[in-house]
């Protein structure tokens, strides 16, 4: 992150009106990503994401936005994927572009709005670096803890989970589906 983006980040804070929802699977060992994927084939946690994500705009880094398109061939089908870059991409239906933090919560409210059927979520889906300017504005955090240790080159970012209640746990074979929410 460079320094202008740590000062935007600190000299303005980010409000919706749409409850700020934060999406990760994060290993034991803090690991997120390798190689821009995820170091793990977890099929349930896939459908875990598409199931929450789906019929919301999702905002993600350049990185992530650029390893689904390499898996998929094209953005999240039924989200509005909005895509955080200082670049200039040319970019399929489904995905838009925003320059900034706040300009990516402006499209993802608009496409809350005129695509998703006044969505009342909004879904920051890493990688990194994206996780940790929105971690303060986030009301709630959908974690799939990955029991084990992989090797990783993206990590989840520290995060104070004194801050944070767990509102639902679900323990699987190998990992566990939780749900925090931000203390009052
Ligand atoms: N386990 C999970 O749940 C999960 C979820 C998501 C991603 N991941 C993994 O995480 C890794 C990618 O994470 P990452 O941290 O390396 O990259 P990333 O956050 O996906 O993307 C970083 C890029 O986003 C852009 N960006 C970020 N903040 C910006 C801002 N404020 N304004 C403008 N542009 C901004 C920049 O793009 P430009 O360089 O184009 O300017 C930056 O280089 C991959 O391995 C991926 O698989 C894992």
Redo the contacts with the bound molecule.
């Keep these: 992150?460079s320094g202008d983006?740590d000062a935007?980040?600190a000299t303005q804070p980010l409000e919706s009106d749409r409850e700020l929802v934060g999406?990760?699977?994060?290993a034991d060992n803090g690991v997120?990503?390798?190689?821009?994927?995820?170091p793990w084939h977890v099929p349930a946690d896939l459908q875990h994401?598409k199931e929450a994500t789906m019929g919301h705009p999702v905002v993600?880094?350049?990185?992530?936005?650029e390893?689904i398109l390499e898996t998929l061939g094209e953005p999240l089908p039924g989200r509005t994927t909005v895509?955080?870059?200082?670049?200039n991409?040319e970019t399929p239906a489904g995905a838009v572009v925003?320059?900034?933090?706040e300009s990516?919560l402006e499209r993802a409210e608009r496409a809350a709005n005129e695509r998703h059927d006044d969505a009342d979520r909004i879904f920051v889906?890493?990688?990194?670096?994206?996780?940790e300017?929105f971690l303060p504005a986030l009301d709630r955090l959908i974690v799939?803890e990955i029991h084990d240790d992989p090797e990783?080159?993206?990590a989840?970012p520290e995060w104070d989970r004194s801050e944070w209640g767990v509102v639902s746990r679900d323990d699987r074979d190998g990992f566990s589906f939780l749900e925090y929410v931000r203390r009052d």
């Design positions: 992150m983006r935007a980040a999406i990760v699977a994060v997120i990503g390798r190689d821009g994927d995820m994401f993600m880094g350049r990185v992530t936005y390893g895509v955080l870059t200082s670049r991409l925003a320059h900034d933090l990516a889906a890493g990688g990194a670096t994206v996780y300017q799939t990783g080159d993206v989840f």
